[in-house]
T-cell receptor, first 113, second 115 residues
Framework: EAQVTQNPRYLITVTGKKLTVTCSQNMNHEYMSWYRQDPGLGLRQIYY???????DKGDVPEGYKVSRKEKRNFPLILESPSPNQTSLYFCASSQDGASDTQYFGPGTRLTVL | AQSVTQPDIHITVSEGASLELRCNYS??????LFWYVQSPGQGLQLLLK??????LVQGIKGFEAEFKRSQSSFNLRKPSVHWSDAAEYFC?????????????FGKGTKLSVIP
């Protein structure tokens, strides 16, 4: 089954404790991206990757890092989380960039205390 | 820079009634336009998309949308709403063609359906 998986689905952590949210897709897609969803703000793009070892900033990259060492995986790293990063995070992938249909993961709800 | 406005934060309709969700975009040329739906506790799913050609596009679950260049709009419609349509709906805009990597979403419209 074609899918995008994220782990963990729920995470409660404390300020400053490094964490990684994993994202994996099994569709051999070249493009992957991360979004955060906040009430009243919709989805905002954090980072995206056009292919292995090629990443770029989206609209709200501050406080986040990403890497793309393999085509299928695109982890989101918060090296020193802060409470304002409490949010719902979605990973998405597509074959042909932002102009193509995006396939979304189920989301990761992160709470930073 | 591209942007999307969804003027209605929350809409309530009765089951069986018609529905129209509004979306206005800002972009220098004709963009690629999308509608996504997010059911409670779920990720987003594509309803339909417009790239070019016929300005009335059909999607899944009985939805359609009409692209109006003169109004910079891409409104989503459904003739008869079902209770299962209760969800949040997002309009999105992307630059056309290969090499487009940034997708901009609107803030969403939450749809409630009264039985």
């Amino acid at each position: 089954e074609a899918q995008v998986t994220q782990n963990p689905r729920y995470l409660i952590t404390v300020t400053g404790k490094k964490l990684t949210v994993t994202c994996s897709q099994n569709m051999n897609h070249e493009y992957m991206s991360w979004y955060r969803q906040d009430p009243g703000l919709g989805l905002r793009q954090i980072y995206y990757s056009m292919n292995v070892e090629v990443t770029d900033k989206g609209d709200v990259p501050e406080g986040y890092k990403v890497s793309r060492k393999e085509k299928r995986n695109f982890p989101l790293i918060l090296e020193s989380p802060s409470p304002n990063q409490t949010s719902l995070y979605f990973c998405a992938s597509s074959q042909d960039g932002a102009s193509d249909t995006q396939y979304f993961g189920p989301g990761t709800r992160l709470t930073v205390l | 820079a591209q942007s999307v406005t969804q003027p209605d934060i929350h809409i309530t309709v009765s089951e069986g009634a018609s529905l129209e969700l509004r979306c206005n975009y800002s972009y220098g040329a004709t963009p690629y336009l999308f509608w996504y739906v997010q059911s409670p506790g779920q990720g987003l799913q594509l309803l339909l998309k417009y790239f070019s050609g016929d300005t009335l596009v059909q999607g899944i679950k009985g939805f359609e949308a009409e692209f109006k260049r003169s109004q910079s709009s891409f409104n989503l419609r459904k003739p008869s709403v079902h209770w299962s349509d209760a969800a949040e709906y997002f309009c999105a805009v992307g630059a056309p063609g290969a090499g487009s990597y940034q997708l901009t979403f609107g803030k969403g419209t939450k749809l409630s359906v009264i039985p």
